[in-house]
């Protein structure tokens, strides 16, 4: 069974700073995929990662995978107000979220 | 069209209730997904339907029953439900089984009394 593992489960930034949310996964996968979802609402399709060395990159947000490592990061550059929501990463085949990332931009 | 479309928004049932959760896209997907939301925690996975057959149950109590009657259309029969069953009912599709990037419904927000 997959594990997903998001840190950190909180996060308050300021404007302007640049952040990194890590997600460890337990077994093989040569796939992972970010979610964002705002308050009350349902889950955004952010970024699907596809293979090893993957990068993909949307406005101030860039999300990597580094398949032998088992590790995903999502990159927040000179954050806005707007990226404040909780942030998920997802495995394959069992549909495994992480616990989410709660993130708050503050001015 | 690239939208998923969940009825109703919001539903209050009693626990002797019998009510249903219906979820509908028309995107030419052929996986359909019911997930299960409390508050402050990740979506878990309770049902998938691939080609309209019942692929994947999560151990999800008999209380809820799913139906596929289409590759567009996705229900979920609740009957009996218990108060901590109150939570968000987050409908998905994607293009294939699992391994492709899901689209998700608004959700239905489920409160039982």
């Known amino acids: 069974e997959l594990k997903v593992e998001q840190n950190p489960l909180f996060l308050s930034m300021q404007e302007g700073k640049n952040y990194t949310i890590y997600c460890n996964y337990s077994t093989t996968s040569d796939r992972l995929y970010w979610y964002r979802q705002d308050p009350g609402k349902s889950l955004e399709s952010l970024f699907v990662l596809l293979s090893n060395g993957a990068v993909k990159q949307e406005g101030r947000l860039m999300a990597s995978l580094d398949t032998k490592a088992r590790l995903s990061t999502l990159h927040i550059t000179a954050a806005v107000h707007d990226l404040s929501a909780t942030y998920f990463c997802a495995g394959p085949h069992d549909m495994r979220f992480g616990a989410g990332t709660r993130l708050t931009v503050k001015p | 069209d690239t939208e998923v479309t969940q009825t109703p928004k919001h539903l209050v049932m009693g626990m002797t209730n019998k009510k249903s959760l219906k979820c509908e896209q028309h995107m030419g997907h052929r996986a359909m997904y019911w997930y299960k939301q409390k508050a402050k925690k990740p979506p878990e996975l309770m049902f998938v339907?691939?080609?309209?057959?019942?692929?994947i149950n999560e151990s999800v109590p008999s209380r809820f029953s799913p139906e596929c009657p289409n590759s567009s259309l996705l229900n979920l029969h609740l009957h009996a439900l218990q108060p901590e069953d109150s939570a968000l009912y987050l409908c998905a599709s994607s293009f294939r089984d699992r391994d492709y990037e899901q689209y998700f419904g608004p959700g239905t927000r489920l409160t039982v009394t």
């Open positions: 339907y691939s080609y309209e057959k019942l692929s």
